[in-house]
């Protein structure tokens, strides 16, 4: 008779069933809910949002936060719109901190499931490699947290790209917690503000500019913090190309 797989590193059913699940909900909830969650939907809503808020304050945040929660943590469409209502229900502050909070928490839970499903595998099997991929991974581990704020930053890659390469990486949960919170926080309070602004637009009957986040005068400083923050890195690189 076999003996029992015992490797750790091998994801089994029982370890890649969270994974399955939550990527049929994603796919389930794209499918149902992508139709639904709009601006136009938000303006429909906006007396009764307001007057459930006014009239359960405690019960208003406790639930937006959790449904901003699972959106990010299931991959669900909406997460801008998430933004905007932050702003609009709670203001800048504090629904900067709750935006980013909430996004913070689903980014967690995301890389999480996808860190015990699949992470230590892929983690081991670019290891054993030799190739430029594994010359980039070293790469990101030896500068985790440079790379992590930075590829939060710089708005290049989606957000749920941003969250499974981590996972594969061996990054640690507390690390990846804290660079999220830090590296989405001037996006989040750009959103945000707009969001707090959204009852003079519903007054005047117009849509948010949500171009405004690619705007020069908030790009390029998002940008140039970026490259600041990879200095350092830039800069080993260089020092160690001159000794090879």
Do not use: C
Not at 16 to 44: D, K, Q, Y
Not at 129 to 143: E, F
Not at 181 to 188: A, D, R, Y
Not at 222 to 238: E, K
């Amino acid at each position: 008779m076999t003996a029992p797989d015992t490797d750790t590193t091998a994801p089994g059913w029982r370890r890649l069933l969270p994974l399955l699940i939550l990527a049929l909900v994603a796919l389930t909830g794209w499918i149902t809910l992508g139709e639904h969650l709009t601006f136009e939907t938000l303006r429909t809503n906006r007396e009764v949002l307001v007057g459930f808020r006014d009239a359960h304050m405690a019960a208003a945040v406790a639930l937006f936060m959790l449904a901003y929660v699972l959106m990010v943590a299931l991959s669900l469409p909406g997460g801008t719109l998430a933004s905007l209502t932050g702003g609009f229900l709670f203001g800048l502050f504090p629904g900067v901190l709750m935006n980013v909070t909430a996004a913070t928490i689903g980014a967690v839970i995301i890389f999480s499931v996808v860190r015990a499903g699949l992470g230590a595998r892929m983690a081991a099997q670019i290891d054993a490699g030799d190739g430029r991929v594994k010359r980039i991974s070293d790469g990101i581990r030896a500068n985790q947290v440079p790379v992590l704020i930075s590829m939060r930053l710089i708005p290049v890659l989606p957000f749920f790209v941003a969250n499974v390469i981590p996972a594969f990486l061996g990054v640690a949960v507390v690390r990846y917690a804290w660079t999220t919170f830090v590296g989405i926080f001037p996006g989040g309070l750009v959103f945000t503000s707009v969001g707090a602004g959204l009852g003079d637009v519903f007054d005047r009957g117009e849509s948010p500019y949500l171009g405004l986040v690619f705007e020069p005068q908030i790009i390029l400083p998002m940008l140039g913090l970026g490259a600041l923050i990879l200095l350092p890195v830039a800069l080993r690189l260089v020092r160690r190309g001159g000794r090879d």
